[in-house]
């Protein structure tokens, strides 16, 4: 039974991890988030057979070998068709998981990491490099979708208190399917001509685990009540997933959520944007994804090979050095999922992107004085390991949890459909057009992502308020004061922390 206290009404106990949202949160993240990760480094180790292959495709069908040019805007192509199809899956996000829910839209989406991994598998023996192109943006649209939900079902079924170590839980796949994509990329692994195209099938692994096993853990409860108000399944669904049978002051916050959205209805992209209430979260959550993906990050995980080499590595080195860093990825992921709840979300945004800030400079002057300073190729890699640090620590995992508290019910979908749209584009950018601007610039490329940090630090400081352990009405109203709402209390103000006000007293937002 829940503790009562002022008024007899019931106050809310900490959540804790039980099993069967530990498991909802491991399968979610496994099936989706794994497959983000993978196939964001998958092609990077055996690029150089990859573009062998079409080399030798093209020549076998036109009798002359490809121009230098026209391979590296193949290669480029194949490389961000990947982030491209992420964007056309973030155009995905707010219908399907709006009709199917939050679970169902998983599942559905295993569609397109299975299918894709077929294309791939056969792509040497059918001798078309046309399928890799076409199976890239295909799983790419599979990553777009698990990037938004994934996030969006765990933060919806986690209690508060473990809200943010339970949302980092995707980025710690990503970062483990990142580093599974870089240790089997080894060359004495399946890094080499025969091996690459069982490499690239093996993503349809994860989304056939999921598929068999998340259809026996509950949907979003918050979705059955304020989308379907199925109140007798959400009972059931967070009675499992809390492991007690008083949730009562739950169901309470959930349903004083949904009263003060009853006006809204389900909020599309554009009354999204005309929504004075939500301006500041919108502006927000862009800012922090556009500054996650054009910090360089993803150059650094597509091209690592070409960044160490430029560095002076020896070729056979690169390999191990790839592998070192995406360990250090992942163990910075683990770290911040037990630092999250201690330290806040802003802190960490603004360590993160201070680190990788100075860690581009770094590069930067390092790069430029490899060929007179013997020990200077040292120097490079560990400015590449503290740029991974750094983004791990904060850019990396903490734009979706903030993303995921900062937007209520009906608006979360739309909100994250912005977000995702904003992410891989600016990952389709990156992904595009380093190659060419690594040939102009140089090293001097990493000033760009270094100014991008700076800016990104400069706006977290001035906008962006602490949310964790704060309920989504508490962050709605957080943002009130800039947003230039009013706000409306009903009888009176919010209740004492721990306790909730009645139905009739939620919170509601009107323009002035």
Not at 102 to 111: A, D, E, P, S, Y
Not at 205 to 229: C, D
Not at 249 to 263: G, P, W, Y
Not at 415 to 427: K, R, T
């Amino acid at each position: 039974m829940a503790d009562t206290e002022e008024w007899g009404k019931p106050v809310e106990r900490k959540g804790r991890l039980t099993v069967v949202l530990a498991l909802a949160t491991l399968i979610a993240a496994f099936g989706s988030s794994f497959q983000y990760g993978y196939n964001v480094s998958v092609v990077n180790s055996p690029s150089q057979f990859m573009q062998q292959f079409y080399n030798t495709t093209y020549t076998e069908r036109y009798h002359s070998p490809m121009e230098e040019n026209i391979l590296t805007l193949l290669w480029s192509i194949s490389v961000s068709m990947f982030p491209l199809g992420g964007f056309f899956g973030s155009l995905m996000v707010a219908p399907l998981a709006n009709k199917l829910g939050r679970k169902g839209t998983l599942l559905f989406n295993n569609i397109f990491s299975i299918v894709p991994a077929i294309m791939m598998g056969v792509s040497e023996i059918a001798k078309s490099y046309e399928i890799i192109i076409v199976a890239r943006f295909i799983v790419g649209i599979c990553a777009g979708l698990s990037s938004t939900v994934v996030p969006m079902y765990l933060g919806e079924i986690a209690p508060k208190n473990l809200r943010g170590a339970l949302c980092i839980v995707p980025e710690l796949f990503i970062t483990f399917g990142i580093l599974c994509a870089q240790v089997l990329g080894l060359r004495n692994i399946l890094g080499n001509s025969t091996g690459w195209t069982l490499m690239l099938g093996l993503t349809g692994i994860p989304a056939a685990i999921q598929l068999l096993l998340l259809p026996f853990f509950p949907e979003s409860p918050r979705y059955m009540l304020i989308q379907n108000g199925d109140e007798q399944k959400t009972t059931k669904a967070l009675q499992r997933l809390r492991g007690w049978d008083d949730v009562d002051s739950e169901l309470l916050e959930m349903r004083q959520e949904d009263q003060s959205e009853k006006a809204e209805g389900h909020l599309s992209v554009f009354s999204l944007l005309a929504q004075r209430s939500l301006r500041w979260q919108l502006i927000s959550i862009v800012v922090m994804m556009m500054g996650q993906q054009l910090s360089g990050v993803n150059a650094i995980y597509y091209y690592a090979d070409i960044i160490y080499s430029s560095a002076g590595v020896r070729e056979s080195d690169i390999q191990y050095v790839t592998v070192g860093t995406g360990a250090v990825n992942v163990f910075m992921s683990v770290i911040a999922v037990f630092i999250v709840e201690a330290s806040g979300r802003r802190l960490l945004l603004l360590c993160g992107f201070g680190i990788c800030c100075g860690a581009s400079v770094l590069l930067t002057v390092a790069l430029n004085l490899q060929e007179t300073v013997t020990w200077m190729p040292y120097v490079s890699i560990a400015s590449v390991i503290i740029y991974i640090i750094g983004h791990g620590m904060g850019p990396s995992p903490i734009p979706p949890v903030v993303g995921t508290e900062m937007f209520r019910q009906t608006a979360r979908p739309a909100a994250f459909m912005v977000a995702g749209s904003v992410h891989w584009l600016s990952n389709f950018v990156v992904g595009l057009i380093f190659p060419f601007l690594e040939r102009g610039l140089g090293p001097y490329s990493f000033i760009i992502f270094a100014v991008i940090c700076l800016v990104t630090l400069i706006y977290i400081w001035l906008v962006v308020p602490e949310t964790k352990e704060k309920t989504f009405l508490e962050v709605f109203q957080m943002f009130a004061k800039s947003n230039k709402v009013e706000l409306n209390l009903g009888d009176g103000d919010l209740p004492p922390k721990g306790l909730k006000e009645s139905p009739e007293d939620a919170l509601k937002a009107t323009p002035f």
